[in-house]
């Protein structure tokens, strides 16, 4: 948990690993462990690599952890081999990318892109403890934050080694993919308004049923994204009132969230889904509103980034397979100041935030090497 007395402890191991591999580090000013390993000379800009140290409740052992230590890794090699590269290497290990404890997500890496809202400093944790305490406690100074930000010509890109946390790489019998984008997303919150009534007295045809017209708008989401490449839609959460069982529900409630790994295609997805759904309360004679609730836009990876890391997926002899991200990454924050690539490496069963999360040494070492390739061989994509 960000700022937790583990995440102190954690740290400093990995203060220590980052030493031992050749890098210069500290903790900068939200948590985050930074570590540089200097190019041929000393200040020039860098390939960022990284991904986060904190993680859920009841996690697994390699969301997050797996990226920084890989990304150790591939600068302990070069210093092994007294490599100097035309650009520095930087390695982050960032404090926050979950938002367990504060209820805001990725606050190491937007600090670090210069989007962190210093409001958040007065958001409580379920102790009442600020954001702004607990850095003080952690022995940070909460007034430096604005100081932790790139900017964009420093930073040539930014790489992330990562778990994939869904099946498709398994599916695909492949050890490694690489990242078309993060997927944006919407969540709203749906409320059908029909009538109450007698579950015995009122005739099937003049009712107006809540949660009946509410299955039919899950069912119809399910059938609209899956008619999509690549839309996924999900209601998670369902209830009708008044929830028993000879009344018929004069109101049902459900959640929606939808992701997609380009703008357009969410929207679009959309709108048809909110086509179907006004034409099924019409239909049923239900009223029906969509509260939107939260939205994300796509974090695209760079086409240059694309196709170097699956050049080098492809040098290490592994058919290259490109895939969307469902989750959410630190690369969402750090788009904004630089192009952004991630590899995946497959996980079993695709199981993750869950103490069964499982890989393969393989796997990782196929990771390793290709991420080393794509580090050495490395050229700065243009900048849009
Ligand atoms: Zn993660």
Request: proline share 5%.
């Amino acid at each position: 948990m960000f700022l937790s007395p583990e995440q102190k402890a954690a740290n400093e191991l990995v203060l220590g690993w980052m030493r031992e591999a050749g890098l210069v580090a500290h903790v900068d000013a939200i948590g985050n462990c930074v570590g540089r390993y200097e190019g041929e000379s000393a200040g020039l800009p860098c390939l960022m690599l990284g991904s986060h140290l904190d993680t859920v409740r009841d996690a697994g052992k390699y969301d997050g952890m797996l990226g920084v230590i890989v990304a150790i890794e591939v600068v302990a090699a070069l210093h092994a081999q007294k490599k100097r590269l035309p650009f520095a290497v930087e390695v982050v290990g960032f404090g926050d990318e979950e938002g367990v404890r504060f209820g805001a997500t990725l606050l190491g890496s937007r600090a670090v892109a210069g989007t962190f809202d210093l409001g958040l400093l007065d958001k409580v944790d379920a102790q009442g403890v600020s954001l702004r305490d607990a850095l003080r406690s952690f022995g940070l100074d909460p007034r430096q934050i604005a100081g932790v930000a790139r900017r964009p010509k420093d930073l040539l890109a930014y790489a992330e080694v990562h778990i994939e946390q869904g099946p498709v790489l398994e599916a695909e019998g492949l050890a490694l993919g690489v990242v078309t984008a993060i997927n944006g997303g919407n969540r709203f919150n749906a409320e059908v308004t029909g009538m109450a009534g007698h579950a015995g007295t009122v005739p099937m045809r003049l009712r107006r049923d809540a949660l009946a017209a509410a299955a039919e708008c899950v069912l119809a989401a399910e059938r609209i994204a899956g008619a999509l490449h690549n839309i996924v839609a999900t209601v998670g959460r369902i209830e009708a009132l008044p929830g028993a069982m000879n009344v018929i529900p004069g109101c049902a409630r459900f959640s929606l969230d939808v992701r997609a790994p380009t703008d357009d295609t969410r929207r679009s997805a959309l709108t048809a889904i909110r086509a179907e759904f006004d034409a099924i309360a019409a239909r049923r004679n239900v009223r029906l509103t969509l509260e939107p609730l939260w939205e994300a836009k796509t974090a695209p990876c760079a086409p240059a980034l694309q196709e170097q890391l699956a050049a080098a997926i492809a040098a290490e002899g592994l058919r290259v397979h490109h895939l969307p991200s469902g989750a959410g990454h630190d690369g969402m924050a750090i788009v904004e100041i630089a192009p952004i690539g991630m590899l995946f490496i497959r996980c079993k069963d695709g199981v993750s935030h869950n103490p069964a999360e499982a890989i393969t040494l393989d796997d990782v070492h196929a990771g390793a090497r290709a991420f080393a390739r794509f580090v050495e061989n490395f050229a700065p994509p243009p900048r849009s």
